[in-house]
Structure formats: C-alpha cells, structure tokens
C-alpha cells in the first residue's frame, strides 16, 4: 500500500508537470502570434500623402491672347496625411506651381507635425503670375475658360515615431493637377496622384 500511495503521488505530479508544460507552450504560441500581429499592423510603417485640399482665387487678371499673362493670388490649403500609429515630423518643403511647364508661383511648407492617424491642414497664399511669350497653347486655354495648372512639390522629408521609441524616416512628394476656371475664379478638379 505504501507503494500503491508513493506512485500515485509521483502520478499526480508527473501530471501537473505536463499540464503546467502545455500551459506555457500555450502562452509562447499565444504571445508570438500577439507580436506577430502587432508587428505587421501597428509597426508597419507607411508614407503619409502630401495633397492640395482646396484653393480660391482672389484678384484674378489675364492678359490679351496674343500675349499670355495673368496674375492672382492663390489662397489654399495643403494636407499632410500620417496614416501611421506614431506622429510624423517633417522638415520645410517648397511646393511650385506651373502652367503648361512654365513655373508660375511657389509657396513654403514649414516645419511642423501630424499626429498619429490625422492629417494635418496647413494654410497658404502665394501670388501666381504668368508673363511668357513661348506658351502656344495659351489662346486655346483661353478661349475655353479654363487654364491647368500642375502643383508639385520638393521631397517632404521627415520621421515617423513609433511608440517614442522607434524613428523611420519616411519621405513623400507632391503631384496634383487642377483646372483654373476663368468665369467663376475658382479652382476645379483637383487630382493628386
């Protein structure tokens, strides 16, 4: 009986021993899967999307057919999207807008931030002035009413911070094009690749 008692003690032991063991291959397989996880959605990290949001003209003037010019300033406003789970800093950045590839204004896009899953709205007003004579489509735009213009930009460098721990650097450009209606001084169809 003694010995009926000691093996079914070493039994019970031996037991424990095993579930204890499955338990914690169970918690290693769980938390690998967790960090596995995690580190193909959150740490993942993404270029934001540098975008013109909207734009108004003011004091719009255009020039006679035969020479092209116009003038007006460009009231608008930038967007820098950060769809990262961590801010992103960016450094300053120059944005030029051209007509037909002809540079017609610039602005700046100073330093500054986006939080985390946000976009940040920056506000601008550049003057836009075309005095060129090399510009052959410039009756045609004219007579239709509407002058295209391309926005692009210098690389927007910067960093993304993840958990105030990791820094990435990530960088994006700018490159949108828009139609400057005549009739109504507004700006139309907006398009960022």
Known sequence: MVEAGISDSEELRRQKRIKYLKYGVAFV??????????????MKVKGPKFRVRSATLENFTTGTSGIPSFSTTFNGQFGVKNTNFGQYKYDNATVTFAYRGTTVGEAIVLKSKANM??????NFSTNLNLASTSISEWSSDLSSGILPLTATSSRLNGKVTLMFIMKKKKATQM?????LVIASQTIQNIKCK
């Open 175 to 179: 490159n949108c094009t828009m139609d």
């Open 117 to 122: 899953l946000s976009t940040k709205k920056i």
């Open 29 to 42: 397989v769980f938390q690998t899967i967790v960090i596995v996880i995690f580190a193909l959605t959150i």
